[in-house]
């Protein structure tokens, strides 16, 4: 199973309006609300994945690959190795958003991503 990563506020959950108000302010995102038929980058098997409002994907030098899903007040993601470069043009837009929100990057065990 993935390990996930998730940007939250310890005060309590984000609103959708300011979640898309930082999102406006990311180079490179767009919203996914819709069905959208994915490639998972390891096995290359196509996924169909039902969007919901304030759903975003960052796009990669190549494509619009990460995705984030927002639901209940926090964003999520699939944690990726290429995250450990701390110079990762996703990984600083994730930071970002967080920055933007007073929100931190948090794994699924609780652990604070300090970026």
């Known amino acids: 199973m993935a390990y996930s990563l998730h940007i939250?506020?310890?005060?309590?959950?984000?609103?959708?309006?300011?979640?898309?108000?930082?999102?406006?302010?990311?180079?490179?995102?767009?919203?996914?609300?819709?069905?959208s038929l994915v490639t998972n980058p390891f096995s290359g098997e196509k996924i169909l994945v039902k969007g919901n409002e304030g759903d975003i994907e960052i796009s990669t030098s190549s494509s619009f690959?990460?995705?984030?899903?927002?639901?209940r007040g926090?964003?999520?993601?699939?944690?990726?190795?290429?995250?450990?470069?701390?110079?990762?043009?996703?990984?600083?837009?994730?930071?970002?958003?967080?920055a933007i929100l007073d929100a931190k990057v948090i794994g699924d065990e609780g652990e604070i991503y300090e970026w």
Do not use: C, H, M
Request: glycine share 4%; no cysteine.
């Open 65 to 71: 690959s990460v995705g984030i899903s927002f639901r």
């Open 74 to 98: 926090r964003a999520t993601f699939s944690n990726r190795e290429e995250f450990d470069d701390p110079l990762n043009s996703i990984r600083l837009a994730l930071a970002k958003l967080a």
């Open 8 to 35: 939250e506020n310890t005060q309590g959950p984000i609103p959708l309006e300011a979640w898309k108000k930082a999102v406006d302010t990311i180079e490179g995102a767009r919203y996914v609300e819709a069905e």
